[in-house]
């Protein structure tokens, strides 16, 4: 079992900044990558960005390359998206996922936490 807790989402401005934790915790031997996903009202959850869990390889969404980056604390087993120059349309709830090296899915996710921009 994996278990991933998201933090640090709130209400900014337009052109501010916040940074996503996403703790991950239990048997993180298997995981081969954490991924960070959006959902906003009335829409599908989509691929922000992923990180391998060695931290060797990311992949960002074009929407967001150039303003959010992805980086892994190993010391601390988190990883953080660090998002710059939000956009109104950034606005959605952000999860974390973990894919194990044996799924071609994500098996497990984060509650979820609620990130807000305002024109």
């Known amino acids: 079992q994996v278990q991933l807790v998201e933090s640090g989402g709130g209400l900014v401005q337009a052109g501010e900044s916040l940074r996503l934790s996403c703790a991950v915790s239990?048997?993180?031997?298997?995981?081969?990558?954490v991924g960070w996903f959006r959902q906003a009202p009335g829409k599908d959850r989509e691929l922000v960005a992923h990180?391998?869990?060695?931290?060797?390889?990311?992949y960002y969404a074009d929407s967001v390359k150039g303003r959010f980056t992805i980086t892994r604390d190993n010391a601390r087993n988190t990883v953080y998206l660090q998002m710059n120059s939000l956009k109104p349309e950034d606005t959605a709830v952000y999860y974390c996922?973990?894919?194990?090296?044996?799924?071609?899915?994500?098996?497990?996710w984060g509650q979820g936490t609620q990130v807000a921009v305002s024109s």
């Open positions: 996922g973990a894919r194990l090296v044996i799924s071609s899915g994500y098996t497990y």
């Open positions: 990180i391998t869990w060695s931290g060797s390889s990311t």
């Open positions: 239990g048997n993180t031997f298997g995981i081969n990558v």
